[in-house]
């Protein structure tokens, strides 16, 4: 979902790119059910291991952000460059048991706090801050 926001959301001013430690091969029906609720194209989304951005053909990150809670214990790879790493734990809303009521109201419920921290991501004047304010700041989204 932060993938489908930055993107459609981040002016150009950003590329996005999701992945996990574990993917399943399938992009969860309620995440794409929020990104479409959002009016953000659905297509072109696929589970992928972070594994993947490890190749030389792979793009340089700026930055990485992990977010699910579960990622905050877990050993990341090494990403090419020296991109600014923070970690914005959520809940992750895949694991919710119950109704798919209970589920779509979960991935809601994440998808409005992913959007609200993304925002000030994007409001943040990043070509202006030195690099050890810029990592403070990421950090303090992450609390918010």
Known sequence: MAEAILNATGQGRFRAY???????????????????????PTQGYRSKSWDEFE????????LVITVCSDAAGEVCPIWPG???????????????EGTDEEKDRAFSRIYTQLYSRLRILMSLPIEKLERSVFQKKLDEVGTS
């Open 18 to 40: 999701s992945a996990g430690s574990h993917p399943n091969g399938k992009v969860n029906p309620f995440a794409l059910a929020q990104i479409r609720k959002a009016g953000f």
């Open 55 to 62: 190749k030389p053909d792979a793009p340089v990150f700026d």
């Open 82 to 96: 020296r991109p600014l790493k923070t970690h914005w734990g959520v809940e992750d809303p895949a694991r919710v």
